[in-house]
């Protein structure tokens, strides 16, 4: 008998009619033998619906707040689901995060789970019970209710797999696995048969946003055999599991897009040391992510210094730039947030040379601008105008033939 977590996302329960028919796959899957526990988002829409109410009332409202409303979304699925088993004739159960004691930090709206109860989970197993749990959520020490930032339910579902010891943490969404790039960009994007923790990492972080980043570390460090599947048809979807499983010699995974880049400059800075320092610190210090950072000599002495962060963090970080000019001695300050980042990703990249250089070209080939690189072992980002967004990865996922099947 294995035990198997299922999560279902937004659109998989976005209706009655689809709360029934996971309710079906599920009872499939019981009368298999399994044991399950399945973990369910709230139904598509609701969390954004939820967040307008918030801000009609309150432009920013707090973080605590927040999260006693949108928690609300996934507890309405719960429910709905465990009333849709018990009428097939299944014995199910639902529970909240707090109920099943999923311990996070109490960093709301992106809180981090740090235990979890498994005696409850148990207990109802042993009974014969589905479990249904509320994804997204969960619950601070002081029993205050958190949520784990959006896509957190992926995360529940993993933590739940490895507190459990899992046999397969199985996510259903809308596509039926993981893709060469989002198929909504190039409709001839291939499905993978299995990718590396290593690779799903740096493509969730990169963009893919097919599974939430945390869910894949999560994953990745108690090894949690991880599968992306559709709930809408059958299929093996893709396996995300370690490299010395992965038997295929696939040279690159896919190309992930990044819409939610902004891009910052400050211009003529007196080229001493702490500069860098000068810059980021009170980035830091208001609690915003850098993500990449270049610095160019000019020959005068002075250094430009550019770095991205998220674009919603783009006007904070423009007036923290404002603030701290004169006192460095910059000559200006540019800002972009009209631009994107595009990446390769693959772990066959640590033996092939030339990958960049023909990225690079390929971009050139097509008049593509490019404003900043980074790399690292298993992949290659650029920064270019979003006008380019939908041209570059195209470019990208043709040039070295993802479209291939594989
Ligand atoms: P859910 O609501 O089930 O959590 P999400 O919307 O969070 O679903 O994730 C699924 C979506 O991720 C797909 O509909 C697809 O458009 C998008 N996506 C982006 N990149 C990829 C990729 N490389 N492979 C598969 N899907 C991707
Ligand atoms: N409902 C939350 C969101 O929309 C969590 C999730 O779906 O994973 O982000
Ligand atoms: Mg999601």
Do not use: W
Request: proline fraction near 2%.
């Amino acid at each position: 008998m294995s035990l198997i977590v299922q999560k279902y996302g937004g659109t998989s329960v976005g209706s009655i009619e689809r709360i029934q028919a996971v309710a079906k796959r599920v009872s499939k899957c019981q009368a298999r033998g399994d044991k399950l526990i399945v973990v369910v988002s709230a139904m598509s829409g609701e969390t954004d619906r939820l967040l307008g109410l918030a801000k009609e009332v309150m432009p920013r409202p707090q973080g605590r707040e927040l999260d006693v409303l949108l928690s609300t979304g996934e507890q309405v699925t719960i429910a709905l689901l465990t009333m849709a088993l018990q009428s097939l004739g299944l014995q199910a159960r639902s529970f909240t995060g707090p109920q099943i004691s999923i311990v996070t930090d109490a960093a709301h709206n992106k809180a981090r789970i740090q235990r979890i109860d498994s005696q409850r989970v148990n207990d109802a197993l042993n009974a014969g019970e589905v479990v249904v749990v509320a994804g997204f959520q969960g619950v601070t020490e002081i029993g205050d209710i958190t949520t784990l930032g959006r896509g957190g339910s992926d995360t529940t579902a993993v933590a739940i797999a490895a507190a459990l010891n899992a046999d397969e943490c199985q996510i259903y969404t809308d596509v039926d696995g993981v893709y060469t790039t989002d198929p909504r960009i190039v409709p001839d994007a291939q499905r993978l048969n299995r990718v590396t923790y290593e690779e799903m990492l740096e493509m969730a972080s990169l963009g893919a946003k097919v599974l939430q980043i945390r869910s894949v570390e999560f994953a990745s460090k108690y090894q949690v055999a991880l599968r992306v599947l559709s709930s809408f048809e059958d299929g093996p979807g893709t396996l995300i599991s370690s490299e010395e499983i992965i038997m295929e010699d696939a040279l690159l995974s896919g190309v992930t897009l990044n819409r939610d880049e902004a891009k910052l400059t400050m211009l003529g800075v007196p080229d001493r040391p702490g500069v860098a320092s000068a810059i980021l610190g009170p980035v830091a210090d208001a609690n915003i992510e850098v993500d990449m950072i270049l610095q160019n000599m000019g020959a005068d002495g002075t250094t430009d210094f550019t770095f991205t962060v998220h674009r919603n963090d783009f006007e904070a970080v423009m007036s923290i730039l404002n603030a701290i000019a004169a006192e460095l001695g910059a000559r200006a300050i540019e800002g972009d947030n009209k631009i994107v980042k595009i990446s390769l990703v693959g772990v066959g990249m640590r033996s092939h040379a030339g990958i960049a250089s023909r990225m690079f070209r390929a971009l050139a080939t097509e008049g593509i601008n490019i404003q900043m690189i980074s790399t690292s072992e298993i992949k290659i980002s650029v920064v270019v105008d979003e006008k380019y967004s939908e041209l570059g990865v195209r470019t990208l996922h043709s040039e070295f033939q993802l479209e291939r099947p594989r």
